[in-house]
């Protein structure tokens, strides 16, 4: 069960002490007017998503669940069952912030071929295709693990190249320009820009992306290594939740009791 959640909860026994009503009837009305109050702190919560986040995919806007708690008189909104290994995580660094963040697969891949040194993460370059949400676009990622024979490490994907694949890769067309790929370790120390058997030297971590054309060539990175990767809180979870319940809760209360006594008359 997911630990990364709030519950709209309330004891009313002030408020309906006088009333004419059963109850059973109390009951309903409450967790009528709780489930209500729930469904309005989702709706809040995707909408400071979107204010925070720059351009939230639909997965990070449809983390959230409204949940009732059996037995305990509340409601959960709560990161969806199946979500909540990446959600949870994810949203809690933006929520309380943090230096670290579980390995993603292709980080594993990569770590588990040689390419990525234990102990640090994978980002998006400077010239790498980023995807409509900024993240880094899954096709060059594939690319990049097929490059690498890291590609069978995920799960269902046997497109790892041959070497005649990556040949023909380098030497391109007459209308595409050839490419390759190459990893920088970290403590290179010659030139900077040199690339000496298949290795770059002094380049910062990563993996790069060297494309030919006529007698000359550029590189450019598509993927940095770091060591740690940092989340600076963005994402007021449970500020939102409480600011909304103050709110919502009391007029959702007061038209179910209302309800509940024309049911009465």
């Given at each position: 069960?997911?630990?990364?959640?709030?519950?709209?909860?309330?004891?009313?026994?002030?408020?309906?002490?006088?009333?004419?009503?059963?109850?059973?009837?109390?009951?309903?009305?409450?967790?009528?007017?709780?489930?209500?109050?729930?469904?309005?702190?989702?709706?809040?919560?995707?909408?400071?998503?979107?204010?925070?986040?720059?351009?939230?995919?639909?997965?990070?806007?449809?983390?959230?669940?409204?949940?009732?708690?059996?037995?305990?008189?509340?409601?959960?909104?709560?990161?969806?069952?199946?979500?909540?290994?990446?959600?949870?995580?994810?949203?809690?660094?933006?929520?309380?912030?943090?230096?670290?963040?579980?390995?993603?697969?292709?980080?594993?891949?990569?770590?588990?071929?040689?390419?990525?040194?234990?102990?640090?993460?994978?980002?998006?370059?400077?010239?790498?295709?980023?995807?409509?949400?900024?993240?880094?676009?899954?096709?060059?990622?594939?690319?990049?693990?097929?490059?690498?024979n890291a590609a069978e490490m995920v799960a269902g994907s046997t497109q790892n190249m041959t070497a005649a694949t990556r040949e023909r890769r380098r030497r391109g067309t007459k209308k595409r320009r050839g490419f390759e790929y190459f990893v920088a370790h970290p403590g290179s120390r010659v030139g900077r820009g040199a690339w000496r058997d298949g290795r770059a030297q002094n380049l910062d971590p990563g993996i790069y992306r060297k494309t030919h054309f006529g007698f000359g060539s550029s590189i450019q990175p598509v993927v940095f290594f770091v060591k740690r990767t940092g989340y600076d809180p963005r994402f007021d979870f449970f500020g939102v939740a409480q600011r909304t319940v103050a709110r919502a809760f009391p007029g959702h209360m007061r038209a179910a009791l209302s309800q509940a006594l024309s049911g009465r008359r």
């Amino acid at each position: 069960m997911s630990e990364f959640r709030i519950s709209v909860q309330d004891n009313l026994p002030d408020l309906v002490r006088n009333l004419d009503l059963l109850p059973r009837q109390v009951e309903v009305a409450t967790q009528r007017a709780l489930l209500k109050t729930a469904h309005n702190v989702r709706e809040d919560e995707r909408a400071e998503m979107r204010r925070v986040f720059d351009n939230p995919t639909p997965w990070t806007l449809n983390a959230l669940t409204v949940r009732p708690a059996r037995n305990l008189g509340g409601v959960f909104v709560e990161v969806k069952d199946g979500y909540w290994f990446r959600a949870e995580r994810y949203l809690e660094l933006q929520t309380t912030g943090g230096m670290d963040r579980r390995l993603k697969g292709f980080e594993r891949a990569l770590q588990a071929v040689g390419v990525l040194p234990r102990g640090w993460k994978a980002v998006p370059g400077q010239a790498a295709k980023l995807d409509a949400f900024g993240n880094h676009a899954v096709g060059e990622i594939r690319q990049i693990l097929s490059w690498f024979n890291a590609a069978e490490m995920v799960a269902g994907s046997t497109q790892n190249m041959t070497a005649a694949t990556r040949e023909r890769r380098r030497r391109g067309t007459k209308k595409r320009r050839g490419f390759e790929y190459f990893v920088a370790h970290p403590g290179s120390r010659v030139g900077r820009g040199a690339w000496r058997d298949g290795r770059a030297q002094n380049l910062d971590p990563g993996i790069y992306r060297k494309t030919h054309f006529g007698f000359g060539s550029s590189i450019q990175p598509v993927v940095f290594f770091v060591k740690r990767t940092g989340y600076d809180p963005r994402f007021d979870f449970f500020g939102v939740a409480q600011r909304t319940v103050a709110r919502a809760f009391p007029g959702h209360m007061r038209a179910a009791l209302s309800q509940a006594l024309s049911g009465r008359r």
